[in-house]
């Protein structure tokens, strides 16, 4: 009997998109206005699924507290008010879009899970674009 | 050629989340405020998923007004506006919790489907909680 | 140069309405499925406006982080997960209808206030029924 | 590392659901007001779902302008402003119901992506009815 | 004590713009795809915002149940699933902007409201274009 | 018989708040994560609302269309993907706080809008975070 609970979240950062490795022409023409080299930013809307058996003692999946305190510890924390680009190891030299980004916090958040539990995330990068990732 | 219809509907109900074969502070450690013997609430959002073939006479998986009197008379004349430990026989003896009040709405729903019809179920207890369950 | 600045804030309850000097069959005539005895809940959205002048040396009208500390303080810690008619004194003897709940929202906010700033909240009780009040 | 990347878009229409070869009996009683002659209409809200891998040079898995634009080129030119059953040649003989207008974004859409590539649609026809497909 | 409660409603329907002593043309240049002569559509999104005092011994400015219905009888009843320039008489000589729909159904309730109570209309006609009227 | 029209549009930035007359450790405990030197970055959300009285002859308050064109030149071409602190000079040598913005995209668009009408500014910077300015 496997029940998905699902809790959503929320950071802001700044980041550009852009290779070192490329001109500024190739840059701008493979990433238009989002290798801005001054940064632009979003509000990242996370959420984050988790799949599995009802505990019949508890009635939960797991503790939705400890979900969202997992996310704060793991996420809100490395993520909310950076500059993803500067201040985000993972993503010195690595490209900060929402595919990366997702697969990164698919990444930070599966080793703290039962590993019985599924795990998938979606992340919205505007209201109209967003990425979703199972492992 | 399978498609997916899914309607939209809300209910609102109190509860409490607590066990009455545990103590008070084993209970306040679990559940929180949730516990509150005075009970609290929530609007509830609830999706229903329906999965089939497109009928070629009328373009329809299944009528929608169908759908929307069958969630009317098996969820929300149920659980609207009712406390969910008090009233409903389902949850005497089992928490309401999220996870288990979709696996209640999943199996009032099932047996007035047509069987070649699969079923989801999707329901937000707040804007950030929500769980899904698919049988 | 008046601005308003705006914070979204959450908390959910149980309540009923009714009044003890009316008969049960006037309650329900009156307030119908809401005047259930066992109670109901809901999950109530908040929207705090402040208004003032910009204070030229932060840029601030008010420091947002202050009014979401205070929101916690006078309104998420006195109404979060409670039952309004048995645990906010307020509600012992007056009906927590959405209108009164915005009234004590405001009171329970505006002597917290710079007394130059203007104060309005909208208190939405369901996604389809709100209430706002200035003062 | 399969993810998925997903782009909401727009679009508005006119419509009405019956058969020619029906009883204008048998259209009202199936289809009700859906039916009504002198048609009714829409704001149609799409979601557009591609499923692949990372390209590791540039991190997306399709660059989403390129997916704005052809959603664009096929859907929205197509469909915005128009009336579904006189003016999309689609709908001259087939029922412009939810189910069938999905189905037919999704086969305007799926010749022009990278065969490698997974598709799903998701439509809404009115905030609480939506419905999606997968091919 | 003047307090807004708000009550949202639903409706969908076809029109164009466009006038009838003017060109093709000219209809074309002012009003583009909204004159469409084959009409199209949108789902249209209410909100009733109705000002007055709280009764102290109800709680209410005004009984929810009834604005709902009146919505309903006065504005769902004779807009939703039409062709509002065929089958609405105010629209037989007006072009159905948003801008005339909002004022035809201020003018719809008003009478029905208390004379003391102040009413004021917001109508979505898309999710980024919207009007409102207070007569 | 003044109605008010309202547009939705949508930019995202990156900004710090910060004064350079002020020592790091005052604009940290002033402005708090908000000052990362690194910059930090949002979706901003905008409703551009215009009050007047309803054309005759063509029931527009003002073409929708011209207000999005205005909007576009005005206030996305400028901010939409910027540095609003490095690329903006009016905020060159002031903080951009939302206040602050909203400030500024109401005297850029206020110019340009017919003297009769009434402009009002809605500033999203967070979901939760809003401000609005009327002059």
Redesign the interface.
Known sequence: ??????????F????R?Y?KDWSDEKNNS?????S?P??????Y?LIVHVTGN?DP?????M???NLKNLIKLEVEDKL????LN??VPEFYN???????I??FIFNALRPNLNSEHQLSITLYE?????????G
């Open positions: 009997m496997k029940v998905t609970v699902s809790r959503k979240a929320h802001n950062a700044a980041h998109l290779r493979v990433f238009g206005k989002c801005n001054h940064f632009h930013g979003h509000n809307e009802i003692e508890t009635g939960y999946v503790d939705m507290k909310d008010h950076k500059n500067q201040e690595k490209i900060p879009t929402a595919e990366n997702v697969v505007t209201p109209r674009n967003f990425v979703s990732y199972s």
